[in-house]
């Protein structure tokens, strides 16, 4: 069974940047694709973001330029959402997805504000 446990997240003023992490465990086998998706405020959930196997990342067109998705050098079963000038537009839950199993995090909270 795949489990999959985030940290990180808060409240940051404009412009600023946090990093969510992201850790998968259980019966998995290499380096797992994992997304990233969020939910605002009265929105639907939406994709934020991609990491294949090989490491091949695709962003959204909202936070291309200002988010990064990587994997940890020592442990590929972690990933990060580095996010940078956040804008209160990207306040939302911010869910991590384990693709090949559909498996979600329990998502984390994101408030930008001033």
């Known amino acids: 069974q795949v489990q999959i446990v985030q940290s990180g997240g808060g409240l940051v003023q404009p412009g600023r940047s946090l990093r969510l992490s992201c850790v998968v465990s259980?019966?998995?086998?290499?380096?797992?694709?994992m997304a990233w998706y969020r939910q605002g405020p009265g929105k639907q959930r939406e994709l934020v973001g991609t990491?294949?196997?090989?490491?091949?990342?695709?962003y959204a067109d909202s936070v291309k330029g200002r988010f990064a998705i990587t994997r940890d050098s020592s442990n590929k079963r972690t990933v990060y959402l580095q996010m940078n000038n956040l804008k209160p537009e990207d306040t939302a839950i911010y869910y991590c997805?384990?693709?090949?199993?559909?498996?979600w995090g329990q998502g984390t909270q994101v408030t930008v504000s001033s």
């Open positions: 259980g019966s998995i086998l290499g380096f797992p694709a």
């Open positions: 997805n384990h693709l090949a199993t559909d498996t």
């Open positions: 990491i294949s196997g090989g490491d091949s990342v695709v």
